[in-house]
């Protein structure tokens, strides 16, 4: 059944998971993909964690991350009023009020009442510094994918002043980047811990990254196995069977 406050230009989206929670979503705005998905399953919150995402448009991850750990409580900050909106209305369709938590908010701000309150930061943030690539002309999808309101450095920072001492800051991004984000996270404390390549399929370079890092954490990385998106450069279409068997047990 529909929300009865569903708006004209958004649309539910399947998140294709076993709890079969849905998400609003603008149809013609930014829309989730698989990024998102792979963050989600990266992280490992324990029990009675406080997870904050910084920059949660649609809040998708937070929903992917309660589905796979209930018990930890999850707050998620989006600059936009409208879409911050749209996101605690997917939640309380859903039902996870009590765990779920948007907050319309400047990360680039954050009041001191979120400092060193939480065990993990996660984000999926924008991939494109301002001036580099398209910029598209849908102001939503721009702040999606370029650096406008919020430059690595500074969701870095922000990551580093909420996270408690030996908390966590794992993000999502392009491989191309990494020399840029290892920078920036040994910049404000934050030991580079795990990092996992993510490739279209493995006869391919690496085109993302998975890192997690500690605050105030002892330096040494682990480098995991290389995760394939697709079985094969020969077999990949739209048809989601040609997933690799590991991104395929990510789905319903």
Known sequence: ?????????????????????KVLQKKQGFRFSIDAVLLAHFITPSAKHRVLELGTGSGV??????ARHPQVQIDAMELQPEIADMANRSVQYNQLGEQIHIIQQDITQIPAHYQQQYDWVVSNPPFFPVGT???NPNPQIALAR????????????????????????????RAERLTDILSCCMQHRLAPYRLRMVH???????????????KD????????????IYRSIAKITSDKSTYSDEVLSYYY
């Open 1 to 21: 059944m529909l929300p009865n406050n569903i708006l004209p230009d958004e649309e539910l989206t399947d998140l294709c998971i076993r709890q079969q929670w």
């Open 61 to 66: 991850i937070p929903h992917l991350i309660a």
């Open 133 to 135: 690539g398209k910029q």
């Open 146 to 173: 370029h650096e406008i309101a919020c430059t690595l450095n500074q969701l870095i920072q922000s990551a580093a002043y909420c996270l408690t001492s030996r908390g966590h800051f794992a993000l999502i991004h």
């Open 200 to 214: 279209p399929t493995l006869e391919q370079p690496a085109n993302l990254l998975l890192l997690e890092a500690i």
């Open 217 to 228: 954490g002892r330096n040494g990385i682990t480098v995991m196995p290389p995760l394939p």
